[in-house]
């Protein structure tokens, strides 16, 4: 007789292990942007907004690189987590896990964007982190993708472009390995009780930009990380419908 096939272990808001969070985005949170938007992502928050500068970094004058560029910051607000998380400028510097997160965003959108079709222009995508529960990164790159489009087009209408230099939709998404399952898109009590955490950073055509996965105390072998791989996938396509629905 064969051992019943053990169930999977229950999440804690009771969703089924390929499931995301509800997810929503309110555009248009910060009017002077250029384009903005707060995501909802489950009980992580963030906002969004992009500026546009009419002027590239020095170094691309200097080395006579052609059209524009993207840059991203990132930062916790201080009341975003359980305990006052205080402000990097009071601390002197900022710190190594934003300054690893602000660099993801920033490779993230210009994957998401032709350089040369921007003109001389640079980008700056602004993510702060409202409420953080899990998944802050993925829900910066998520809503900064939304941010972003909204500002292009809002460069179009103003005739300063005339064609739309995003190239692809990015989304991304968290993956892991919890009580032995492998979770899409998980809270912080998920993401702390990883055995493996990884992050998705994909474009609409299923390519990946970025691949970020970790032990934590432990190790994966080649079948759990293409499980993982394809639980992500999923997350991904309907992230990329969100964004589609949120940008009309
Ligand atoms: N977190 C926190 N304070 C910090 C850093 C992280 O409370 O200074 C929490 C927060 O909920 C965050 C989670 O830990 O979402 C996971 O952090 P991680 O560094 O894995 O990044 P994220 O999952 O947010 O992209």
Redesign the pocket.
């Known amino acids: 007789m064969s051992s019943p096939t053990p169930a999977t272990p229950a999440r804690a808001d009771g969703r089924a292990p390929d499931q995301i969070r509800p997810l929503r985005f309110q555009n248009h949170i910060a009017p002077y942007a250029t384009g903005s938007t707060l995501v909802e992502w489950g009980h992580?928050r963030v906002i969004c907004g992009v500026t546009v500068e009419e002027s590239v970094p020095r170094w691309m004058k200097e080395q006579k690189v052609e059209g524009g560029w993207l840059t991203a910051e990132y930062s916790?607000l201080p009341y975003s987590?359980?305990t006052r998380?205080p402000r990097d400028i009071s601390k002197g510097k900022l710190d190594g896990?934003s300054s690893e997160?602000q660099r993801l965003i920033g490779r993230s959108m210009r994957a998401a964007v032709d350089l040369n079709k921007l003109g001389a222009r640079t980008i700056c995508v602004d993510c702060d982190v409202l409420q953080?529960?899990?998944?802050?990164?993925?829900a910066a790159i998520t809503g900064a993708f939304v941010a972003l489009s909204l500002a292009m087009q809002k460069l179009i209408a103003a005739g300063k472009l005339k064609e739309n230099p995003i190239t692809h939709g990015v989304a991304a998404v968290?993956v892991g390995i919890v009580g032995g399952a492998a979770l899409l898109d998980l809270c912080?009590t998920e993401?702390v009780a990883a055995a493996v955490?990884m992050?998705l950073v994909m474009n609409a055509d299923g390519e990946f930009i970025e691949v970020q996965g970790t032990g934590e105390e432990a190790t994966f072998t080649e079948a759990q990380l293409a499980a993982l791989l394809a639980l992500g996938k999923v997350g991904i396509k309907q992230l990329l419908a969100a964004q589609k629905q949120a940008l009309g």
Do not use: E, F, P, Q
């Open positions: 992580t916790m987590t359980l998380k896990r997160i953080a529960d899990g998944g802050t990164r993925t968290s912080y993401d955490d992050n």
